[in-house]
């Protein structure tokens, strides 16, 4: 039976002597594989969408819970995204950020949305990356789940001052003197709060720091190493 959806192309790899296997995020199906036959050979008219960063609208021939690529009409390819290093690892750590926070047969929508407005922000550098892939970041963790919140000390209600903590359990931050957890900078949290609260303030230092501790919180709930997130950090 034929399926048709909207699809991101999270990953790709080839196999056979001119075929491609696409992992794809779809708003109703979730996390998908399907596989592409012919793409790589040269001309071949459906190679676009065998690649990450496509946004397409995919029809699928469906076969025993397998699926394969038919059609594709192209709705974005961010080709952008390949021209510029940053950009480039900037979308390879929201693609693995997606790769992370999905599963086959559970519904994306609001993730895939979110994914490609982000990647759209990053190509266009419509708003900063670093604090794109931030926002980005704090909204998976927050459908996922597993919501950052940057408020009062959680233990003893004060405002904070100075260092912090931030533990991992509970996504919460707390006085330096109030109990255990990362050590963190006043910097690191009010980019935080300032992404929650959408200002748009871009603190680069802050946003960077932020951004190392939100890698090591997915890695505290997922064991998912973002390692895009990290090449894009070390730029
Ligand atoms: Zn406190």
Request: hydrophobic letters at 40%; proline letters at 2%; a neutral charge.
């Amino acid at each position: 039976m034929d399926y048709k959806a909207d699809a991101l192309v999270l990953r790709a790899a080839d196999y056979g002597e001119y075929d491609r296997m696409v992992t794809l995020l779809t708003a109703e199906r979730g996390k998908i594989g399907a596989g592409m036959k012919g793409v790589r050979k040269a001309g071949a008219k459906l190679n676009f969408a065998s690649q990450p960063f496509c946004f397409s609208e995919y029809v699928f021939a469906e076969k025993g819970g397998r699926y394969t690529v038919t059609q594709a009409s192209l709705h974005e390819g961010f080709f952008g995204l390949r021209l510029d290093l940053k950009k480039y690892y900037a979308g390879a750590a929201v693609l693995q950020t997606c790769d992370a926070f999905s599963a086959e047969g559970m519904p994306c929508g609001e993730l895939l949305v979110g994914a490609v407005e982000t990647l759209s922000a990053i190509e266009t550098e419509n708003g900063h990356t670093m604090s794109a892939v931030l926002r980005f970041l704090l909204r998976t963790l927050r459908l996922a789940g597993y919501p950052v919140s940057a408020e009062r000390c959680t233990v003893c209600g004060r405002e904070m001052e100075g260092r912090r903590r931030f533990d991992m359990a509970s996504g919460s931050f707390r006085c330096a003197g109030c109990g255990d957890g990362v050590p963190v900078s006043a910097v690191t949290y009010d980019a935080i709060r300032a992404v929650l609260k959408g200002d748009a303030e871009d603190g680069e230092d802050g946003v960077r720091r932020a951004l190392r501790l939100m890698k090591a919180y997915v890695l505290y709930h997922t064991e998912t190493e973002l390692s895009a997130l990290e090449e894009f950090l070390s730029l």
